[in-house]
C-alpha cells in the first residue's frame, strides 16, 4: 500500500499571499497524482489530477507540481474561498487508493 | 450537470446492517465505475470501495473486506453499499464518486462527487 504524507498539517497564511503545501508518496506514484479542496459541511472537490493538470472550472491561481514521490500544491494569491482543508490522493498503485491525511489552510 | 446523491444513512445499532445508495444523473452512468469513501467526524478521507462500470468487478478497503458489499443496476443509474456487522469505528459521512476517465480512455481520479450521506453507529 502506498502511504501518503502531507505537511503541514495547518497552514496560517492571509488572503493575498502565496500557499505551498507538500505531499508525499512512499513509493513512486509517477504522476498519478490529485488534489482535492473541501470546504466545512462540503463533498471534496477534485482541483487536480496527473499531478499538474487543472481540473474543469479551477482557477489558475491552483498550480500542481511533482513526480515520483514528491508533489506540491501552490495556490498563488489566497482567496477567501479558498481557506479549506486540501487532500492529495495516489491512484498508481491500487487498490487501495490512498490519500493524505490533509492540509488545513486557515486565515492568519 | 454531472450529480451524484446518496441516500440510505441514518442511526444504527452496532452488529446491524444499512444499505446506502448512489443514484447519479449527468451522465452516461453505465461507462463509469463509481467509489465510495468515507469521512469519520473530524477526520480526513479513507477510500472504502469501488465497483466497475459494468458491474464485473469490485474492490475493498481491508476495513471494509467481509462486511461491505458494492452493487449496482446500471438500468436504475444506482450504486449500492451494503454495510454489514456495522460498528463504532464505522460512524462516517459516506460519499459516492465517479472515477474519473480521460478522453484516450484512461483511469484517473474522482472527478465528481455526491454530498454525502451520514451514517451513525450506536447503541
Excluded at chain 2, 454489514?84 to 476517465?101: P, V
Aim: charged content about 15%; glycine content about 10%.
Amino acid at each position: 500500500e502506498t502511504v501518503m504524507t502531507q505537511s503541514p498539517a495547518t497552514l496560517s497564511a492571509s488572503p493575498g499571499q502565496r500557499a505551498t503545501l507538500s505531499c508525499r508518496a512512499s513509493q513512486s506514484v509517477n504522476t498519478n497524482l490529485a488534489w482535492y479542496q473541501q470546504k466545512p459541511g462540503q463533498a471534496p472537490r477534485l482541483l487536480i489530477y496527473g499531478a499538474s493538470t487543472r481540473a474543469t472550472g479551477i482557477p489558475v491561481r491552483f498550480t500542481g507540481s511533482g513526480s515520483g514521490t514528491a508533489f506540491t500544491l501552490t495556490i498563488s494569491g489566497l482567496q477567501s474561498e479558498d481557506f479549506a482543508v486540501y487532500y492529495c490522493q495516489q491512484y498508481n498503485d491500487w487498490p487501495p487508493w490512498t490519500f493524505g491525511q490533509g492540509t488545513k489552510v486557515e486565515i492568519k | 450537470q454531472v450529480k451524484l446523491v446518496e441516500s440510505g444513512g441514518g442511526v444504527v445499532q452496532p452488529g446491524r446492517s444499512l444499505r446506502l445508495s448512489c443514484t447519479a444523473s449527468g451522465f452516461t452512468f453505465s461507462n463509469y465505475g463509481i467509489h465510495w469513501v468515507r469521512q469519520a467526524p473530524g477526520k480526513g478521507l479513507e477510500w472504502v470501495a469501488l465497483i466497475w462500470y459494468d458491474g464485473t468487478n469490485e474492490h475493498y478497503a481491508d476495513s471494509a473486506k467481509g462486511r461491505f458489499t458494492v452493487s449496482r443496476d446500471n438500468s436504475k443509474n444506482t450504486v449500492y453499499l451494503q454495510l454489514s456487522s456495522l460498528r463504532a469505528e464505522d460512524t462516517a459521512i459516506y460519499y459516492c464518486a465517479r472515477w474519473g476517465i480521460t478522453s484516450g480512455g484512461l483511469y484517473y481520479a474522482l472527478d465528481a462527487w455526491g454530498q454525502g450521506t451520514t451514517v451513525a453507529v450506536s447503541s
